[in-house]
Each structure stands twice: as structure tokens, then as C-alpha cells.
């Protein structure tokens, strides 16, 4: 071979810098959504983008920290809980949205002091641990009135249609803004090392990355995001029931989401997250049945394509939509040839 | 005198959650898999045994002679087919197998029961309510009493069979280091499947007693696994009497913290098990790593 001079390290191609120009403007496309399209697409879109928040965010923590989490419902009540309080005691009711999940990522730093210490299984239930807890706790409040529940009245002084539209926009900025951050994380230095922390923990450690606050910026993210669905939910459909808020089938359908699209991958849990949409659209009617489906998908993909969907046509084509790796390529050889692929 | 009635009611409940603990804190001890799907499989059992008691006059006790050899075959299937492949493929792997499987198994189950409360009670006769009165508000329900005796015995016979027979000793040779285990002969295959068919087989066990108890429903499995985890990380994994000690501590805990508040019982049992983490964390962060029994500071 010719020396090092003929490798060269890639972070763009031709085809990520496309993509990424295409789903850049398909988000700006989407923000005329509201202009165009029926009352009912509106709020199936709005739905959409809660799911695709949830499975990008659970992606994050699984896919790319290693963190298996039971209990990302935990933050999915309680950012909606904090929501109706800060809107109970006057705070107007879209910031209080945003505020909302901004206290759930503010309890989700103690919370990681004593969770990232876990490992594997152990953080996993432990995190469902936290969930009840919070369920319980929250139940406490006699605001919530318990299992029945309460509603954030202060959204009734938006008219249906300009509620709809505002929480349309709201969820779209919410994903996009999420995305942007995984985005950026993934790329800059602590990507690399918390995706070392995932491969080998002891290894990654020995080389200088600091394993917990790697996993800790990570898991407040998560805690964000997931919170920040919670209250877009609550938007949507202003009831709050803390049993159907701190249901661990939020988490079940992060976990489909991003299993099914590709664990570890960017593009995954979205291709995963409207994959869901589709087939709750589908078969969410038919009831029980269409759970034990969902849960037998998920054991033969994490059983025969643990990398997902998306995770195997990266692997077969070399194909990467947005560059959030690098690429090694041979100056001798065309492009794709060869490339760094994950294990 | 209702504090001594508590604290003893804390420690006959824990009984039961040793019972429960063990299968899930066996598993992980010799595959170093968390089982997410042990609740539920122990839902199955209760199920399994409320068929039989409801269909025909057989007792539930006596239904179990049919019952546990059957969760024992779902154990020996689960690994066999499932997990056995999942462990090859590390850590993350397993525990989306075992949380897929929880959720096929709790709606599965839902499917064919409905969401009606059952309970085995009214199949056991007079033990369901049964106790030794010593004062009006100081008892001893056979009951209780009898599930804390099968932990100790389960418990006890577990700790036996691993330490003198060869089958145990083969276990315990293939949780410390499967490859070398390979190399004097032992099939670990065989042995994975051996330990996942006792650990499920008990999961069935507990999940009968559960039902003689108190009622239960197709989704109970998941607060049960719960119960169980935290008898086994209160107590330090990888013990079987400290399983117990931490099915106690979980129990009495429960008890007590009912007193206060109607959902004190749950609050109380989930708090106990952040604080023994804490002081886990604050001992693990003073004292040199290995003179305590911690989870903290084991290998995976």
C-alpha cells in the first residue's frame, strides 16, 4: 500500500450532505402543515412527532450510553404534573410546557446520582422503581385528586382550532430541537466517548473518558425530552390521569421504536417511531392482541436484527443519511468502499 | 402491641417475597440475566393453578405437582429458545428479550382471563383465614406462615443442592466462568437451561402463594417483579439469605409505612429500597472495594 497519505477521514459525502439538506427542508415544509392539511392529519401529525421524540430519546440513552431504561415513563408523568402545577399557580400555560419538563430534567440530576451507579438489568428495573415511586408520589398531591385525575383547564382559554395548531408547531419545534442536540452531542466529543462508555465501560475508562458524566448528560437529555412529550400529551389531550401517564407502555413503545428501527443508529428510531404510528393507526383497535404483537416483534428483532431495520441496510449498503460518524475512505478506491463500520 | 402485630405481619410478608426474590436473584447469579418477564411468569403460574382448582375439585396444593414441572418446561423453553441466543449478543440484548416477552406474556394472559381479580382463596378452605390468636390484635395466620416456611425451605434446599450435589456444583462452576467450565466437561448449555427451568418453576411457586393471599389480575406481574428486585438488591445479589433478610427489611418496611397512609405500604417499600442504595453507595464510596457485600461493586 502507498503510506498513510492514501487513507483519508471522511465526516461528509454527497449523500449525507442531500439528506440533510432534504430533511432540513422537510421540516421546514412541515411547519406549514397547519395551512394546509385537515383538522384530523394535524393532530395525527402532532401525535407522530410525541412518538418520534420518545423513541429518539430512549435511542439515546439505549442505543448510544448503553442505558436500558424500564421507567422513562417517570419522566413523562412527572413533566406533565409539573406542567399543571406551574399553570395552577399562574404560570401561562404554553411556557408552562416547556418549564414543565425543564423541573423533570432538574429532578432527573439527583435522580442520576444514585441510578448511573446501577448496571445493566440493575438500572433498568431500578428506573421502574422511580417510576412507581413517582406515580405514588404525584398521586399524594390533592391536586391530581388521586386516580381520577385533573385537566389543565388553563388551555381552555385557546379556541380548539388555534390549540390544535399551536400544539402542531410546538411538537414539531420539540422534535426538531431534539434531534438538532443528539445531532450535535453525537458529533462532538462526547458522542465518541459515550458510545465508547456503551462498548466497554472499564475500557473506555482506562483511555480518560469520563464514564458517569458522559452517561449523565445523556440521561438528563432523555429525561428532558421524555418530559417535554409528556406535556405536549397533556396539550393534546388536556386530561391528566396519572395511571395513563406513568403506564410502562410509554416505555414498551420507546423500546419497539427504537429496536425496530435500528438501535444505535440516528436515522433509526425515526424510521421506527413512523413505523409505530402506522401500525398503532392500523391495529391500535384491535386491542390486547395487538400488544402481544408488538412485544413478539420486539423479542425477534432484539433475538435476529438486534441492529434494527435501519441498523441493517447501513450495515449491507455502508449507506449513512446524516454524518454523525466518520468514514474512512481509500483514496485509490471509489467511494463506500471502505468504511468504518460498527461491530 | 399493633406495632409487634406489624413488624411480625413485615416479617411473614417478606417470607413471600424471598420466595419470589429467589428464582429471579438465581437467574442472575448463574446467566447474569435480569429476568423482566419473572412477575409475569409468576402470574402465569397462579393462573396455571387457578385453571385446574376451578375446572376440577383438585386442590391447589396438589395442582402444583402438575403445574411446576410445566413452568419448569416454559423455563427450560425460555432459555433454550430465547435467551440463549440473546446472551451471545451482550448485555442490552437479553433485557429486550426478557421485556418483550413480560409484555407478550401479561396480554397474553389478559386475552384469556379478562381483567376480573381472582384469587385462590376460596379454594383452600379454612387456611385462608386461619390463625393462631394469642391476643385480639396479635395473630399468626397459618397461611403466612406456611409460605414464610417454603421460602426458608426453598431457600435452604437451593443453598444444599448448590453446594453438595454435582448438578449444583456444575452450576456453580459454569455462573463463575462458563468457558472453562466447557473445558472439565460440563455442557453449559444444558446447565443454563437447568438453572432458567428451577428459576421460572419457583417464579410459579411464589405466584401461587401470591393468589391463596390475595386476589390477583393479568397484570399484577410487573409490581411483583418489582417486589422481588427489591427484596434482592436490599438484601445484596447474589445471596440467598440475604435475599431473605432483604424480603424482611422490604416487608416490614411495607407494614409499617401502611399505618401512616393508605398508599403508604408501596411508598414505604420503594423508599426503603432507595435508602439501603444510598447507604450502599456512601459505604461503597468510603470503605475498599470488596469488604462489603455490595451490588455496587460487582462485575457484571
Known amino acids: ?343 | 402491641m399493633i406495632w409487634v402485630t406489624q413488624i411480625l405481619q413485615g416479617v411473614l410478608l417478606g417470607g413471600y417475597y424471598a420466595l419470589l426474590a429467589c428464582g429471579l436473584s438465581f437467574m442472575f447469579g448463574v446467566m447474569r440475566i435480569i429476568n423482566l418477564a419473572h412477575g409475569d411468569l409468576a402470574v402465569l403460574g397462579a393462573c396455571l393453578v387457578f385453571v385446574i382448582a376451578d375446572q376440577t375439585d383438585i386442590s391447589p396444593f396438589v395442582a402444583l405437582i402438575a403445574v411446576l414441572p410445566a413452568m419448569a418446561l416454559v423455563g427450560w423453553a425460555m432459555q433454550r429458545g430465547m435467551l440463549e441466543r440473546s446472551l451471545r449478543a451482550g448485555m442490552l440484548v437479553p433485557l429486550l428479550t426478557t421485556f418483550g416477552i413480560a409484555v407478550v406474556v401479561e396480554n397474553a394472559l389478559f386475552e384469556q382471563f379478562g381483567a376480573d381479580t381472582r384469587s385462590l382463596a376460596p379454594y383452600i378452605g379454612s387456611l385462608a383465614f386461619d390463625s393462631w390468636t394469642i391476643t385480639d390484635d396479635f395473630y399468626v395466620g397459618y397461611l403466612a406462615l406456611l409460605i414464610f416456611a417454603v421460602a426458608v425451605l426453598l431457600l435452604g434446599g437451593l443453598h444444599l443442592f448448590l453446594g453438595r450435589t454435582a448438578l449444583g456444583r456444575a452450576i456453580r462452576a459454569t455462573a463463575e466462568d462458563p468457558d472453562t467450565a466447557e473445558l472439565v466437561g460440563i455442557n453449559s448449555r444444558a446447565i443454563y437451561a437447568a438453572a432458567a427451568a428451577i428459576a421460572v418453576a419457583s417464579a410459579g411457586l411464589a405466584g401461587t402463594f401470591l393468589a391463596m393471599r390475595e386476589t390477583f389480575d393479568p397484570y399484577a406481574g410487573p409490581l411483583q417483579l418489582i417486589f422481588a428486585f427489591e427484596a434482592v438488591v436490599i438484601g445484596g445479589i447474589g445471596s440467598l439469605w440475604g435475599t431473605l433478610l432483604g424480603g424482611i427489611v422490604l416487608g416490614v418496611a411495607q407494614n409499617i409505612g401502611a399505618q401512616f397512609n393508605p398508599r403508604g405500604f408501596l411508598i414505604a417499600g420503594h423508599v426503603m429500597f432507595f435508602v439501603v442504595l444510598a447507604g450502599r453507595l456512601l459505604i461503597s464510596g468510603l470503605a475498599a472495594r470488596g469488604g462489603i457485600r455490595s451490588i455496587l461493586g460487582q462485575r457484571a
Open chain 1, 1 to 343: 500500500m502507498s503510506g498513510p497519505d492514501a487513507v483519508t477521514v471522511q465526516r461528509w459525502t454527497t449523500a449525507s450532505v442531500i439528506s440533510t439538506i432534504a430533511i432540513a427542508t422537510l421540516a421546514v415544509a412541515l411547519a406549514f402543515g397547519p395551512l394546509v392539511l385537515g383538522p384530523n392529519a394535524v393532530d395525527k401529525l402532532t401525535t407522530l412527532f410525541i412518538y418520534l421524540m420518545l423513541a429518539v430519546m430512549w435511542n439515546a440513552l439505549a442505543g448510544y450510553a448503553g442505558l436500558v431504561s424500564v421507567g422513562q415513563q417517570a419522566f413523562f408523568g412527572i413533566g406533565a404534573y409539573f406542567a399543571i402545577q406551574l399553570s395552577y399557580h399562574g404560570v401561562s400555560v404554553y411556557p408552562a410546557l416547556v418549564l414543565g419538563a425543564v423541573a423533570a430534567a432538574v429532578v432527573a440530576l439527583p435522580v442520576s446520582l444514585f441510578m448511573l451507579r446501577l448496571k445493566g438489568g440493575e438500572f433498568a428495573i431500578g428506573m421502574w422503581v422511580v417510576a412507581e415511586l413517582s406515580h405514588l408520589l404525584v398521586n399524594l398531591d390533592d391536586l391530581v385528586r388521586g386516580e381520577t385525575g385533573t385537566s389543565l383547564i388553563a388551555l381552555n382559554e385557546y379556541g380548539p382550532d388555534a390549540r390544535r395548531d399551536i400544539n402542531y408547531w410546538m411538537a414539531l419545534g420539540a422534535v426538531s430541537v431534539l434531534l438538532l442536540l443528539v445531532f450535535v452531542l453525537l458529533r462532538s466529543r462526547l458522542g465518541a466517548s459515550v458510545q465508547a462508555i456503551r462498548d466497554d465501560e472499564d475500557a473506555a475508562a482506562a483511555v480518560g473518558v469520563r464514564v458517569v458524566a458522559g452517561k449523565r448528560i445523556i440521561f438528563v437529555l432523555a429525561a428532558f425530552g421524555c418530559a417535554l412529550a409528556g406535556t405536549l400529551w397533556l396539550a393534546t389531550f388536556i386530561t391528566f390521569q396519572p395511571k395513563t401517564y406513568f403506564s410502562v407502555q410509554w416505555t414498551a413503545y420507546m423500546i419497539f421504536m427504537a429496536l425496530v428501527g435500528g438501535l444505535g443508529t440516528f436515522e433509526g428510531p425515526i424510521l421506527g417511531g413512523a413505523l409505530f404510528f402506522l401500525i398503532e393507526n392500523q391495529f391500535g383497535e384491535s386491542g390486547v392482541w395487538y400488544l402481544v404483537g408488538l412485544g413478539l416483534i420486539a423479542v425477534v428483532f432484539a433475538l435476529f436484527i438486534p441492529r434494527g431495520i435501519w441498523g441493517s441496510i447501513e450495515d449491507r449498503f455502508g449507506i449513512r443519511l446524516l454524518p454523525v460518524g466518520y468514514r474512512l475512505r481509500l483514496k485509490d478506491a471509489p467511494a463506500g468502499s471502505a468504511t468504518l463500520q460498527p461491530p
